[in-house]
């Protein structure tokens, strides 16, 4: 089972560059963008299922130093999904 989600990220002011080139490398992390608005970045991760998002957010992701704050939304469906 794959699992799909986003990840609204906020970060340190000023490291957001750096950050994004940062957890760009991780496997699970299938796009990352940098944004304008309340969040810093948003990725979209990919995980075999909810332990392994659990595993990813808390050992990977929020153990950063730059992070300040996360928010995960969950895909349920995909409507149409990028080729």
């Known amino acids: 089972m794959v699992l799909l989600a986003y990840v609204l990220i906020t970060v340190k002011s ?3 560059r750096d950050f994004l080139k940062e957890i760009s490398e ?3 992390v299938v796009e990352a963008n940098l944004v304008i ?4 970045v948003v990725i979209k991760i990919d995980v075999e299922d909810i332990v392994h998002m ?3 957010l808390t050992e990977k992701l929020r153990v950063q130093p730059d ?3 996360t928010t995960t939304m969950i ?3 995909q ?3 990028k080729a």
Do not use: W
């Not at 608005?37 to 810093?40: H, K, S, T």
């Open 26 to 28: 991780f496997k699970e």
């Open 75 to 77: 895909i349920t469906e």
């Open 37 to 40: 608005g309340e969040n810093d």
């Open 67 to 69: 992070v300040f704050l």
């Open 79 to 81: 409507i149409k999904p």
């Open 54 to 56: 659990d595993k990813f």
């Open 14 to 16: 000023g490291s957001e």
